[in-house]
Protein backbone atom coordinates (compact mmCIF):
# COMPACT_ATOMS: atom_id res chain seq x y z
CA UNK A 1 0.00 0.00 0.00
CA UNK A 2 2.80 2.32 0.63
CA UNK A 3 5.10 1.72 -1.83
CA UNK A 4 1.46 2.44 -4.07
CA UNK A 5 1.01 5.89 -2.60
CA UNK A 6 4.85 6.80 -3.63
CA UNK A 7 4.42 5.40 -7.38
CA UNK A 8 0.97 7.50 -7.33
CA UNK A 9 2.83 10.75 -5.40
CA UNK A 10 6.07 10.15 -8.17
CA UNK A 11 3.36 10.34 -11.03
CA UNK A 12 1.68 13.27 -9.96
CA UNK A 13 4.72 15.19 -9.51
CA UNK A 14 5.89 14.34 -12.83
CA UNK A 15 2.85 15.49 -14.16
CA UNK A 16 3.17 18.83 -12.11
CA UNK A 17 6.73 18.89 -13.52
CA UNK A 18 5.59 18.76 -17.47
CA UNK A 19 2.50 21.10 -16.79
CA UNK A 20 5.00 23.93 -15.17
CA UNK A 21 7.45 23.45 -18.19
CA UNK A 22 4.11 23.72 -20.65
CA UNK A 23 2.81 27.06 -19.03
CA UNK A 24 6.58 28.17 -19.03
CA UNK A 25 6.82 27.84 -22.96
CA UNK A 26 2.94 29.11 -23.47
CA UNK A 27 4.30 32.44 -21.12
CA UNK A 28 7.39 32.81 -23.02
CA UNK A 29 5.33 32.21 -26.58
CA UNK A 30 2.98 35.36 -25.21
CA UNK A 31 5.46 36.94 -23.99
CA UNK A 32 7.66 37.47 -27.46
CA UNK A 33 4.31 37.77 -29.39
CA UNK A 34 3.59 40.97 -27.61
CA UNK A 35 7.42 42.25 -28.08
CA UNK A 36 6.89 41.24 -31.55
CA UNK A 37 3.52 42.88 -31.72
CA UNK A 38 4.97 46.04 -30.09
CA UNK A 39 7.95 46.52 -32.05
CA UNK A 40 5.55 46.11 -34.80
CA UNK A 41 3.00 49.28 -33.20
CA UNK A 42 6.38 51.47 -32.76
CA UNK A 43 7.42 51.07 -36.39
CA UNK A 44 4.09 51.41 -37.44
CA UNK A 45 4.11 54.91 -35.66
CA UNK A 46 7.32 55.85 -36.26
CA UNK A 47 6.47 55.53 -39.84
CA UNK A 48 3.44 57.56 -39.57
CA UNK A 49 4.84 60.30 -38.01
CA UNK A 50 7.74 60.40 -41.14
CA UNK A 51 4.80 60.47 -43.56
CA UNK A 52 3.25 63.39 -41.43
CA UNK A 53 6.67 65.10 -41.27
CA UNK A 54 6.94 64.88 -44.91
CA UNK A 55 3.63 66.43 -45.03
CA UNK A 56 3.95 69.22 -42.94
CA UNK A 57 7.47 70.11 -44.61
CA UNK A 58 8.59 71.48 -48.63
CA UNK A 59 11.65 71.00 -50.28
CA UNK A 60 10.00 72.41 -53.70
CA UNK A 61 12.66 75.23 -54.88
CA UNK A 62 11.80 77.74 -58.06
CA UNK A 63 14.75 76.90 -61.13
CA UNK A 64 16.50 79.98 -60.74
CA UNK A 65 19.08 79.32 -63.25
CA UNK A 66 16.80 78.07 -65.49
CA UNK A 67 14.74 81.33 -65.06
CA UNK A 68 17.69 84.08 -65.50
CA UNK A 69 18.13 81.95 -68.76
CA UNK A 70 15.05 82.29 -70.39
CA UNK A 71 13.58 85.65 -68.80
CA UNK A 72 13.21 88.72 -70.32
CA UNK A 73 12.05 91.52 -68.39
CA UNK A 74 12.23 88.98 -65.29
CA UNK A 75 8.78 86.84 -66.86
CA UNK A 76 9.01 83.57 -68.97
CA UNK A 77 6.43 81.72 -69.99
CA UNK A 78 6.18 78.13 -72.07
CA UNK A 79 3.67 74.90 -72.36
CA UNK A 80 3.43 71.55 -71.22
CA UNK A 81 3.10 68.43 -73.03
CA UNK A 82 -0.71 68.76 -72.23
CA UNK A 83 -1.20 72.58 -73.95
CA UNK A 84 -1.32 73.81 -69.95
CA UNK A 85 0.46 76.98 -69.88
CA UNK A 86 3.27 78.23 -67.17
CA UNK A 87 4.21 81.49 -66.74
CA UNK A 88 7.19 82.54 -64.33
CA UNK A 89 8.26 86.04 -63.09
CA UNK A 90 9.85 87.65 -60.65
CA UNK A 91 9.22 90.96 -58.53
CA UNK A 92 11.27 92.59 -55.97
CA UNK A 93 10.36 89.95 -53.13
CA UNK A 94 9.46 87.08 -54.93
CA UNK A 95 9.17 84.51 -57.57
CA UNK A 96 6.07 83.11 -59.12
CA UNK A 97 5.13 80.22 -61.11
CA UNK A 98 1.55 80.02 -62.94
CA UNK A 99 -0.23 76.95 -63.92
CA UNK A 100 -3.27 77.07 -66.19
CA UNK A 101 -4.72 74.37 -67.43
CA UNK A 102 -6.61 73.07 -70.47
CA UNK A 103 -10.19 72.13 -70.54
CA UNK A 104 -11.30 69.99 -69.41
CA UNK A 105 -9.24 71.17 -65.95
CA UNK A 106 -10.43 74.78 -65.12
CA UNK A 107 -8.24 75.54 -61.66
CA UNK A 108 -5.23 77.87 -62.01
CA UNK A 109 -2.49 76.90 -59.66
CA UNK A 110 -0.41 79.64 -58.41
CA UNK A 111 3.16 79.02 -56.62
CA UNK A 112 5.03 81.96 -54.95
CA UNK A 113 8.79 81.10 -53.85
CA UNK A 114 11.05 83.00 -51.55
CA UNK A 115 14.26 84.81 -53.15
CA UNK A 116 15.89 81.96 -51.92
CA UNK A 117 13.99 79.69 -54.35
CA UNK A 118 12.13 77.57 -52.02
CA UNK A 119 8.32 77.38 -51.76
CA UNK A 120 6.48 80.32 -50.15
CA UNK A 121 2.88 79.39 -50.71
CA UNK A 122 0.50 77.79 -53.34
CA UNK A 123 -2.73 78.95 -54.48
CA UNK A 124 -5.51 77.48 -56.48
CA UNK A 125 -8.82 78.91 -57.51
CA UNK A 126 -11.46 79.34 -60.31
CA UNK A 127 -9.25 82.43 -62.33
CA UNK A 128 -10.87 85.64 -61.80
CA UNK A 129 -13.77 84.46 -58.88
CA UNK A 130 -12.88 82.04 -55.79
CA UNK A 131 -10.31 80.21 -53.76
CA UNK A 132 -10.20 76.85 -53.84
CA UNK A 133 -7.84 76.17 -51.06
CA UNK A 134 -4.11 77.54 -50.24
CA UNK A 135 -1.24 76.33 -48.40
CA UNK A 136 1.53 78.09 -46.66
CA UNK A 137 5.69 77.47 -45.69
CA UNK A 138 7.96 79.42 -43.88
CA UNK A 139 11.29 80.35 -44.99
CA UNK A 140 12.86 76.83 -43.42
CA UNK A 141 10.07 74.59 -45.65
CA UNK A 142 8.21 74.31 -42.70
CA UNK A 143 4.41 74.01 -43.00
CA UNK A 144 2.41 76.79 -41.02
CA UNK A 145 -1.13 77.44 -43.08
CA UNK A 146 -3.62 75.15 -44.73
CA UNK A 147 -6.99 76.17 -45.58
CA UNK A 148 -9.92 74.30 -47.63
CA UNK A 149 -11.97 76.42 -48.29
CA UNK A 150 -13.96 73.99 -50.51
CA UNK A 151 -15.49 72.06 -47.11
CA UNK A 152 -18.37 74.05 -46.43
CA UNK A 153 -19.33 73.59 -49.69
CA UNK A 154 -20.82 70.07 -49.91
CA UNK A 155 -22.89 71.05 -53.18
CA UNK A 156 -19.53 71.25 -54.96
CA UNK A 157 -17.95 73.61 -58.32
CA UNK A 158 -18.73 70.15 -60.46
CA UNK A 159 -22.19 69.81 -59.11
CA UNK A 160 -22.66 73.54 -59.91
CA UNK A 161 -21.67 73.10 -63.53
CA UNK A 162 -24.25 70.51 -64.18
CA UNK A 163 -26.65 72.86 -62.41
CA UNK A 164 -25.79 75.62 -64.79
CA UNK A 165 -25.80 73.60 -67.78
CA UNK A 166 -29.07 72.81 -67.18
CA UNK A 167 -30.52 76.40 -66.97
CA UNK A 168 -32.57 77.67 -70.28
CA UNK A 169 -30.44 80.51 -70.37
CA UNK A 170 -26.98 80.49 -72.25
CA UNK A 171 -24.59 80.73 -69.32
CA UNK A 172 -20.66 80.84 -70.54
CA UNK A 173 -18.81 80.22 -67.34
CA UNK A 174 -15.59 81.46 -69.26
CA UNK A 175 -16.79 84.85 -70.33
CA UNK A 176 -14.78 86.61 -68.06
CA UNK A 177 -16.20 89.94 -68.88
CA UNK A 178 -19.91 88.68 -68.39
CA UNK A 179 -19.75 85.86 -66.13
CA UNK A 180 -18.69 85.52 -61.86
CA UNK A 181 -19.35 82.74 -60.11
CA UNK A 182 -18.54 83.84 -56.31
CA UNK A 183 -19.12 82.00 -53.35
CA UNK A 184 -19.44 82.62 -49.54
CA UNK A 185 -20.19 80.79 -45.82
CA UNK A 186 -20.49 82.35 -42.64
CA UNK A 187 -23.23 82.54 -40.19
CA UNK A 188 -25.79 83.31 -42.50
CA UNK A 189 -25.44 80.00 -44.62
CA UNK A 190 -23.30 78.76 -47.21
CA UNK A 191 -24.29 80.20 -50.71
CA UNK A 192 -23.05 80.37 -54.35
CA UNK A 193 -23.71 83.20 -56.60
CA UNK A 194 -23.31 82.93 -60.54
CA UNK A 195 -23.99 86.12 -62.33
CA UNK A 196 -24.09 86.44 -65.97
CA UNK A 197 -25.11 88.55 -68.74
CA UNK A 198 -28.64 88.00 -70.98
CA UNK A 199 -30.05 91.03 -71.86
CA UNK A 200 -28.62 94.48 -71.88
CA UNK A 201 -28.33 97.03 -69.18
CA UNK A 202 -28.65 94.48 -66.90
CA UNK A 203 -27.08 91.10 -65.01
CA UNK A 204 -28.70 87.98 -63.90
CA UNK A 205 -27.85 86.22 -60.48
CA UNK A 206 -28.91 83.10 -59.15
CA UNK A 207 -28.10 82.12 -55.68
CA UNK A 208 -28.04 78.72 -54.94
CA UNK A 209 -27.24 76.59 -51.51
CA UNK A 210 -24.07 75.28 -51.02
CA UNK A 211 -25.09 72.26 -49.10
CA UNK A 212 -28.19 71.82 -50.52
CA UNK A 213 -27.87 73.01 -54.26
CA UNK A 214 -31.24 74.31 -53.85
CA UNK A 215 -31.55 77.30 -56.18
CA UNK A 216 -32.68 79.93 -53.72
CA UNK A 217 -33.20 83.16 -54.99
CA UNK A 218 -33.27 84.36 -58.77
CA UNK A 219 -32.45 87.90 -59.01
CA UNK A 220 -30.74 91.05 -61.66
CA UNK A 221 -29.44 94.58 -60.95
CA UNK A 222 -28.57 97.37 -63.74
CA UNK A 223 -25.24 97.28 -65.08
CA UNK A 224 -23.82 99.77 -67.71
CA UNK A 225 -22.47 98.09 -70.94
CA UNK A 226 -18.88 98.89 -71.68
Not at 85 to 101: A, M, W
Not at 111 to 116: A, F, G, H, M, P
Request: with cysteine; aromatic share 12%; charged share 30%.
Amino acid sequence: MALAMENYLAKLNEGSIAMKKCLIIVLIFIFCSCKGQQKKEITSTESENQIKKQEEMTTEKFDIGTFEKNSIDNTCSFKLEDGSLVTLELDEDFYYKTLIPILPKLFTEEKRYYKSGLLESILVKFPNNFIISLVEYDKEGKLINKINYDSPFKFNFEQLIRLIENENDDIDIFDKKNTTIGRKSDESGTFWFITYYKVPMRREVIKVDGVTGEILERSFYPHEEN
